[in-house]
């Protein structure tokens, strides 16, 4: 079996729906984890195409059950005062989403558009974020998608394009995404290695 760090996340679908929120929206997101998941949770967030920085995984309350819905507290008002007291803890709640991780329950695996592999909940977030260009050229659109499977960008170098593309076209008082916006955004993600024009995509130096 492939492993796929997404649909084998344990977490809940909450968890995995404000993922892709903030993957597709580009939003800053933080975690409240009981099981010490922060290494899988961020495998998870980069595989469908977010910027790992942009997520933060901060501990649970010392005995771990503080947000669980059936497990006791057993910490004391001290140890809880001081575990919501943490820097790290008080710093990942000014994220734009702060959500906690609960364990699965059955009803999810039914929620399937929620437990796809990643690969396809990536293509959904890309999706999703070259439509909120909702002035995106149709050449435009056709060029990133093509670009982005002919030069093999992975998840976060298509994030990258797309945030660059976004500058570029407000530099251009544009409103409408074009061909050259995207065309100049990956080549400044290549370094000028790719001659992209329209809808043309050639290896080749700056010409
Ligand atoms: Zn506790």
Request: aromatic share 6%; proline share 3%.
């Amino acid at each position: 079996m492939i492993k796929d760090d997404y649909q084998s996340l344990p977490g809940n679908v909450q968890v995995k729906r404000a993922m892709e929120i903030a993957a597709t929206g580009g939003h800053s997101i933080a975690i409240i984890d009981c099981d010490n998941l922060d290494a899988e949770y961020h495998a998870a967030f980069n595989l469908i195409g977010s910027n790992h920085k942009a997520l933060k995984v901060v501990r649970c309350c010392p005995c771990g059950n503080f947000t669980h819905p059936k497990r006791r507290c057993t910490c004391t008002p001290n140890e809880v005062g001081r575990w919501q007291k943490q820097k790290g803890y008080r710093a990942a709640l000014e994220a734009d989403i702060v959500v906690t991780a609960q364990p699965v329950k059955h009803t999810d695996v039914m929620l399937t558009h929620l437990n796809m592999p990643g690969a396809i909940v990536h293509k959904r977030v890309i999706f999703t974020r070259l439509r909120q260009h909702k002035s995106i050229t149709p050449n435009a659109a056709e060029l990133f998608q093509t670009a982005a499977k002919h030069l093999n960008f992975n998840a976060k170098e298509q994030m990258q394009v797309l945030s660059i593309t976004n500058t570029i076209m407000n530099m251009d008082h544009d409103e409408r995404v074009r061909n050259y916006h995207i065309a100049e955004a990956i080549n400044l993600r290549r370094g000028n290695v790719y001659k992209i024009v329209q809808d043309n995509i050639k290896l080749g130096g700056a010409q």
